[in-house]
C-alpha cells in the first residue's frame, strides 16, 4: 500500500517554514512554487505519510461585483443593494488557486494551519474550495504560536474546520461591500463633480469606517462649543518641622467669586489649623491581567509612538518569527494549562530583565489575575527571547513591551501606605496626603506603572498650627483635547466597532481617506471634509454616523459565527436596512451639500487653464487636487485623470479620434515612466475590449491610476495615431502580457516602460533621438528601432550615428539594454497584447467612470 500524501497549507510563507522545520526536525526537501513547498516524511494519524507544508497569502479570494456593475455611469448605485456578489481570486498574478490545485493531487488529507480566528477559518474554506478535498479528509490545525512545543500540540489535536465562523465571515464582507461601494459611488460622483478642492480620491462611506470618523467629529464639536468658565480655589499655606505644606479644600473649587472671597477672610481671620483627623492604611496595586490585541495597540500609540497599524505589522512579525504567540486575541486570561514556567525559562538570559526573572523563578511567581476569556486565544505572551540587534529598533520597542507587560502579569502586586491629614478651620475642612512603597511588585519591571514616595511630615491629632497665607488661585475650565488613537480605540471596542483584527484598518482608512490628520501626541484631528461629512449625516440621517447599527450588525454576525442564526436572513435584513436608508439619504442630498457649499469651491472657481475641449474647442481647467481632473467650463464635463504623476500639456498635439489637445503624464520616482493621453479617450476608451488591457494595467500597477483610470495612448489600438501602442510599442514585456512602449520623453536617459507593470528598459543613454519605425523584426515581430547616437560616443565602428535594428535580435542594441524592474531579457512573444486582433473601433458612449475595485477591507 502506498503510503499516503498529506498536503499542510499555513497562511504565510513564513509560517509554512516554521511548521516544516518543527514536523520534519530541519531535515525536508524545499522547491519553489508559487509559494515554497517543503516536503518529507512522517507520521499523520499514528501511520506514515509523506508530507507537503505550503501556504497561501492571506485570502485566497475577494468579494466583489460582476463586471456589468464596475462601470459608475451605467450603473444605479441602488441597484448594487441587490447585486449578485462574485468571489474572485484575491491576487491573481500569485496564482494561489493553481498552485494549490496542483499540489493537492495526490493527496490523501488535507491540514489547515491558518490562523486561528474568524479570518483564518474563512480562509480554510477557501483553501478547501481550491483544492476540492472532501470536508470527511480535512483538518484543522489550533495553535497560537509557532514554537515547536505548539506546533505539536496541535498536530495531536486537530479538529475540524468550523462552517459557521467563516460564513459569518462571508455576511461581513457582504455587507459591508455592498453598503459602502453604494454610499460611496454616490457621494464621490455627487460632490466631486460639483467640488474642485475637495483633496480625496473618493468621497467613501462605510459601516465601520464613518462612526470611527464620528467619534473623532464629536470630540472636534465638543471642543469648539466648549465655553470655558472660571473658578476659584482656596491655596492655604502652613509650615511644619520646616517644611512647608499647601493643604488641598474638600470643596476644591468655587465658580462663585464673591462666595470663594467669603470663604478666603474666614479662614485668614481663623488663622489656626487644628489637626481634626490622622489615617493611615496600607493600599495595593494590582498586577495587570493579560495583554490583548486592543490594550497592546493603545499603549503603541500612547507610549511607544506607533499607530496602530503600524503596530499590527511589527506584531504580526514577530508572531511569524515565534519571538511572540498569535498577537490578535480579545483575551486577557491565561488558560489553566498555560506553562508560565517555560515562558519566563526563556527570558533568564535577556540582559535587560534576566535577573528579575531568575528571581521570580526562585522566589514563586504569581498567577496572573483572572481577566476575560472570550474563547478565542491566550493573551499576547513572549515565546522566545531577541535582542535589538536580532530585531531592529521598533520591533525591539514592542517586544521589549510585551515581555516586560507579561513579567509584570506574574509578579507580585505592588503595595504602598497611604497617610492622610485632615484640618479643619472655621468650619472648613482641608487635608495633605503623603505615601511610602512597601513592596515594589510588578512596577520594578514596569516602572512607568510605579508609585511615587511622597514624604509628609508627622502630625498629632488635636494639634494647632497657624496659617502663614492663604491664597485665592484663580483658574479656567478647560476643552477636553482631540481624540488620541489610544482614547479612539477604547470608544471602538466599548461601542463594538470593528474587531481586534480590524481596528487597525478603520483608523488607516480616515486617515489616507484625508477625514483626519495625526498630529503630534498621535491625536486625530478632523480635517474639514471629515467634519463637512459627519455634518451631513447628522442633517439627514444620524444613524449612519453613530456606533449603535454597526454595533448590532456585529452581535448579529457573531451570533452566525456561533451556528445561532441564519447567515442569509442576517445578510437580507442588515442589506435591506441599508437600502432604505441610502434611498432616504439620496432624496435628502442637499442638506448634507449645503454644508459641502459653504466649505468648498465650485469646479468653475478651481484649478488653472491647461488644454483645449475637442467639443467646444474652449479651455479647460486642470483641477490638481486629489482626484486630478480636468473640468470644461463650457461643456460642463469633468474629465478624470492618472492619480499618480504631474499632468503637463504634450506639444500642443491633439487627439486624431477627438480632437482634444493631449497631456502627458510623468509619475517620478525609481518606478518612473511618461505616457501620453488623451484626457476624452482616457474615460471613454474608443474601442470594443479595451477594458480588458485597462483592468490588466490598473491590476498590475497596484491602483497606481486609481477611480476613473483608463485608456492612455500606451494602451490605444489606433492604427495610424504616432502617439498609440501600434505607433510606440517595441516588444513584448518579459514581466506580465503587456508592451514595452517607448517613453516619449525620457531623452537623454532613453527607456521603455510596460502599459502594464512597473518593468523599465534602459537604452542607448545620451543618443540623440530614438524612435520606433513601421518596420518589424522577422525573427521577433518585435519594431525596429532607429538610434541616432551621440558623434563623440557612437559605438559605431566607422564613426557613423544613425543605426536602425531590433533591441532582441541586433548584437550592437542588445549589448546595451539594461534592465531595471524586471527578469532577464531576451528573445519573446512579440510585441505583446493590444497589437491586433481582438480590439475593434466603435462610436463614442458616455463617460466611463472605472471602479477602484473595493473589497470590504477598505471600508
Not at 252 to 261: E, R
Not at 356 to 371: A, H
Not at 451 to 459: E, G, L, R, V, Y
Request: one cysteine or more; charged letters at 20%.
Amino acid at each position: 500500500m502506498a503510503t499516503p500524501k498529506v498536503l499542510m497549507v499555513a497562511e504565510k510563507p513564513s509560517i509554512a517554514l516554521s511548521i516544516a522545520s518543527v514536523l520534519s526536525h530541519g531535515q525536508m526537501f524545499t522547491r519553489k512554487g508559487s509559494t515554497e513547498v517543503h516536503e518529507f516524511e512522517g507520521r499523520f494519524l499514528g501511520s506514515p505519510a509523506r508530507f507537503k507544508v505550503t501556504s497561501v497569502i492571506g485570502h485566497v479570494f475577494s468579494v466583489d461585483f460582476p463586471g456589468k456593475y464596475q462601470d459608475w455611469a451605467a450603473t444605479d448605485p441602488l441597484d448594487l443593494f441587490q447585486a449578485q456578489v462574485l468571489k474572485t481570486e484575491s491576487n491573481p498574478k500569485a496564482h494561489i488557486c493553481k498552485h494549490l490545485n496542483q499540489e493537492a493531487r495526490g493527496c490523501r488529507y488535507l491540514v489547515l494551519w491558518l490562523d486561528c480566528d474568524r479570518e483564518g477559518e474563512n480562509i480554510c474554506f477557501e483553501v478547501i474550495e481550491s483544492t476540492g478535498f472532501n470536508i470527511k479528509d480535512v483538518y484543522r490545525a489550533r495553535f497560537s504560536a509557532v514554537t515547536e512545543k505548539d506546533v505539536l500540540k496541535a498536530l495531536d489535536n486537530l479538529v475540524r474546520p468550523n462552517r459557521d465562523e467563516a460564513m459569518a465571515v462571508d455576511a461581513r464582507q457582504e455587507i459591508d461591500l455592498k453598503v459602502g461601494v453604494a454610499f460611496t459611488r454616490f457621494q464621490t460622483s455627487f460632490f466631486q463633480g460639483k467640488y474642485g478642492n475637495l483633496d480625496s480620491r473618493v468621497i467613501s462611506y462605510g459601516p465601520c469606517q464613518t462612526p470611527t470618523l464620528g467619534f473623532c467629529v464629536q470630540r472636534y464639536l465638543q471642543i469648539n462649543t466648549f465655553k470655558p468658565e472660571k473658578f476659584w480655589s482656596l491655596h492655604p499655606y502652613i509650615i511644619q518641622s520646616g517644611y512647608e505644606i499647601q493643604l488641598e479644600w474638600q470643596r476644591s473649587k468655587l465658580f462663585d467669586i464673591n462666595v470663594a472671597m467669603m470663604f478666603q477672610k474666614l479662614v485668614a481671620e481663623d488663622g489656626i489649623f487644628e489637626v481634626a483627623e490622622i489615617s493611615e492604611k496600607q493600599e495595593t496595586k494590582c498586577r495587570p491581567v493579560g495583554l490583548n490585541t486592543v490594550n497592546l495597540l493603545k499603549v503603541a500609540s500612547s507610549a511607544l509612538g506607533f499607530g496602530p497599524q503600524m503596530a499590527m505589522q511589527l506584531a504580526e512579525r514577530l508572531y511569524t518569527q515565534g519571538f511572540i504567540s498569535y498577537p490578535r486575541t480579545e483575551s486577557t486570561s491565561y488558560p489553566p494549562s498555560f506553562d508560565f514556567h517555560g515562558a519566563l525559562s526563556a527570558q533568564t538570559n535577556n540582559p535587560t530583565w534576566g535577573s528579575y526573572v531568575k528571581g521570580l523563578l526562585t522566589s514563586g511567581y504569581q498567577k496572573p489575575r483572572l481577566g476575560t476569556d472570550a474563547g478565542d486565544h491566550p493573551p499576547i505572551t513572549p515565546m522566545k527571547s531577541a535582542s535589538e540587534d536580532m530585531l531592529g529598533n521598533d520591533a525591539w520597542k514592542l517586544y521589549q513591551y510585551i515581555c516586560q507587560y507579561f513579567i509584570g502579569t506574574v509578579s507580585p502586586d505592588c503595595k504602598y501606605v497611604r497617610k492622610k491629614v485632615e484640618f479643619s478651620v472655621g468650619g472648613e475642612f482641608f487635608h495633605c496626603t503623603g505615601q511610602h512603597v512597601i513592596t515594589k511588585g510588578f512596577t520594578a519591571i514596569m516602572p512607568w506603572l510605579s508609585i511615587n514616595d511622597k514624604s509628609i511630615p508627622s502630625f498629632t491629632k488635636g494639634q494647632k498650627i497657624k496659617v502663614t497665607k492663604v491664597e485665592l488661585y484663580e483658574g479656567s475650565t478647560t476643552p477636553p483635547d482631540f481624540l488620541t488613537e489610544s482614547e479612539l480605540i477604547s470608544l471602538m471596542e466599548k461601542n463594538g466597532i470593528g474587531t481586534d483584527a480590524s481596528i487597525p484598518v478603520h483608523i488607516n482608512n480616515i486617515c489616507e481617506r484625508n477625514y483626519v490628520q495625526v498630529q503630534a501626541g498621535r491625536k486625530l484631528v478632523p480635517t474639514t471634509l471629515g467634519i463637512t461629512l459627519i455634518r451631513g449625516y447628522q442633517s439627514i440621517d444620524p444613524d449612519l454616523c453613530l456606533p449603535d447599527i454597526r454595533s448590532f450588525i456585529e452581535q448579529q454576525i457573531t451570533l452566525i459565527a456561533k451556528g445561532q442564526v441564519d447567515h442569509h436572513r442576517v445578510v437580507q435584513h442588515v442589506i435591506e436596512q441599508f437600502k432604505q436608508k441610502f434611498c432616504y439619504f439620496v432624496k435628502k442630498i442637499e442638506a448634507m451639500d449645503a454644508l459641502f457649499e459653504a466649505q468648498f469651491s465650485a469646479l468653475v472657481d478651481s484649478g488653472r487653464i491647461l488644454s483645449k475641449c475637442g467639443k467646444c474647442l474652449r479651455y479647460m481647467k486642470y483641477i490638481s487636487s486629489q482626484p486630478p481632473r480636468l473640468y470644461c467650463m463650457t461643456c460642463e464635463e469633468v474629465y478624470p485623470l492618472p492619480q499618480k504623476g504631474t499632468i503637463k500639456l504634450y506639444k500642443e498635439l491633439s487627439c486624431p479620434l477627438d480632437n482634444f489637445e493631449l497631456l502627458i503624464c510623468s509619475i517620478p520616482g525609481p518606478e518612473g515612466k511618461s505616457f501620453p493621453l488623451c484626457p476624452y479617450c482616457y474615460s471613454n476608451p474608443p474601442f470594443e475590449g479595451v477594458e480588458e488591457l485597462i483592468n490588466s494595467a490598473k491590476t498590475s500597477t497596484a491602483g497606481k491610476n486609481g477611480k476613473g483610470a483608463g485608456m492612455a495612448c500606451n494602451l490605444c489600438p489606433h492604427p495610424t495615431c504616432p502617439n498609440s501602442l501600434v505607433s510606440q510599442g517595441v516588444c513584448a514585456c518579459p514581466e506580465c502580457s503587456g508592451t514595452l512602449v517607448l517613453d516619449p520623453i525620457s531623452a537623454p536617459n532613453w527607456r521603455l516602460c510596460c502599459n502594464m507593470c512597473n518593468c523599465l528598459v534602459f537604452l542607448a543613454q545620451g543618443a540623440h533621438r530614438i524612435s520606433t519605425t513601421k518596420e518589424r523584426c522577422p525573427e521577433c515581430d518585435s519594431s525596429i528601432l532607429e538610434v541616432d547616437f551621440n558623434k563623440k560616443t557612437t559605438p559605431l565602428e566607422d564613426g557613423s550615428t544613425l543605426h536602425r535594428g531590433c533591441i532582441l535580435c541586433d548584437p550592437l542594441l542588445h549589448s546595451i539594454v539594461e534592465m531595471k524592474y524586471g527578469r532577464s531579457f531576451k528573445r519573446g512573444r512579440g510585441r505583446g497584447r493590444g497589437r491586433r486582433g481582438a480590439i475593434r473601433g466603435r462610436g463614442r458612449g458616455g463617460v466611463k467612470m472605472m471602479d477602484p475595485k473595493m473589497s470590504f477591507r477598505d471600508f
